[in-house]
Nanobody
Framework: QVQLVESGGGLVQAGGSLRLSCTAS????????MGWFRQAPGKERGFVAA????????YYADSVKGRFTISRDNAKNTVFLQMNSLKPEDTAEYYC????????????????????WGQGTQVTVSS
């Protein structure tokens, strides 16, 4: 049984930082590209960042580029999202997801491409 468990969300003031973690079990983590998505109330789930299975390739939504950093530790089956200079508009439920990958450079920003999802962790940024 595949499980993705996010942690690290919380309440932070604008300009602050948070580090999200997502630990996977039940799959061969190094075979999966990983992504972070977010969903605010009344909005569709949207892409935030993705990382290839090797960690050598990363991709960001324009809205977070330069502020967020995605990384992974394949030895610990964990993907991270370091979020700096947070803004109130970053407030959302954040989800990690796993996408089966067959190359070391593959990553994807499409929600429908991902095979497994975590339960989410709430990030709230106050102004």
């Amino acid at each position: 049984q595949v499980q993705l468990v996010e942690s690290g969300g919380g309440l932070v003031q604008a300009g602050g930082s948070l580090r999200l973690s997502c630990t996977a079990s039940g799959l061969t983590f190094s075979n999966y590209a990983m992504g972070w998505f977010r969903q605010a109330p009344g909005k569709e789930r949207g892409f935030v960042a993705a990382i290839s299975r090797s960690g050598g390739s990363t991709y960001y939504a324009d809205s977070v580029k330069g502020r967020f950093t995605i990384s992974r530790d394949n030895a610990k089956n964990t993907v991270f999202l370091q979020m700096n200079s947070l803004k109130p508009e970053d407030t959302a439920e954040y989800y990690c997801a796993a996408d089966r990958s067959y190359t070391n450079t593959y990553y994807n920003k499409l929600v429908q491409s991902y095979d497994y999802w975590g339960q989410g962790t709430q990030v709230t940024v106050s102004s």
